[in-house]
């Protein structure tokens, strides 16, 4: 996995810099190729009335952008992108699995509870700035939605002094997708991913549908 991640990073790294040389010989009309970073605020929405808040998760991401210009300034353009995201839950949800059926439970003498997710995404973006090919300090508003697929998810938790843990659940919605937004001013940008789909399928608890999904809010970063 980690020979997989470094390979990305190297991949993302040479196809940057390959693409800021082309887009100084553009002139007007340029291509503002990117690597991206994040790191966000993470919290499970829709959860079901039984279940409370999580407590404090986070998620990172990184990956590279290629940039399709609309506009004849450059300043208007679509980017499609490729990236690796890693998602970090304390929650309140007790998953189990046993012969491939999940079973959702509340996590009543449950004392730790995490959830770990591995995920390829691919982010779609319609974006503004004020840039040009020789700006590199501008405003920017991006918009757009990002899809995810799970390569690999875990459900650990402890109750009554042992351990737990269940890979890879079969209720555990393999593809996801949600709309993001950042803005902000050169590499610093606020960001938010709104989660549209549910993470798991078919799921109920107390015969009330599971209809979680993921919210993140925090910075991204985009490197020339």
């Known amino acids: 996995m980690y020979k997989i991640i470094y390979f990305f990073v190297f991949v993302c790294i040479t196809s940057s810099l ?3 040389k082309d887009s100084l010989q553009l002139g007007d009309k340029y291509a503002d190729d990117q690597i991206y970073a994040s790191i966000t605020y993470a919290q499970f929405s829709k ?3 039984t279940i409370t808040r999580s407590s404090f998760s986070y998620a990172i991401s990184a990956g590279f952008l290629k940039d399709f210009i609309l ?15 890693f ?3 304390n929650h309140e949800l007790k998953v189990s699995e046993t012969n491939n059926i999940t079973v959702f439970d509340n996590a009543k003498n ?6 770990k997710a591995h995920n390829l995404e691919f982010p779609i973006e319609f974006r503004w700035r004020t840039s040009t090919a020789k700006k590199y300090d501008f405003w920017r508003i991006y918009t757009g939605v990002k899809f995810l ?12 002094a042992i351990d737990f843990e269940n890979k890879n659940i079969s209720a555990y919605r393999k593809l ?3 709309l993001t937004f950042s803005a902000g001013y050169t590499e610093f940008n ?6 549209l789909t549910p993470i798991f399928k078919n799921g109920t608890l107390n015969g009330e549908d599971i209809n979680s999904s993921i919210l993140k809010f925090g910075l991204i970063f985009y490197i020339l």
């Open 18 to 20: 390959y693409a800021q």
């Open 47 to 49: 959860q079901p009335t």
């Open 71 to 85: 506009s004849k300034s450059g300043n208007i353009s679509f980017a499609l992108g490729v990236g690796y995201g």
């Open 87 to 89: 998602d970090f839950f």
């Open 110 to 115: 449950i004392s730790s509870n995490v959830f």
């Open 149 to 160: 697929y799970n390569l690999t998810n875990k459900f650990q938790y402890t109750e009554n």
């Open 176 to 178: 996801q997708y949600g």
């Open 190 to 195: 606020a960001y938010l991913f709104y989660g």
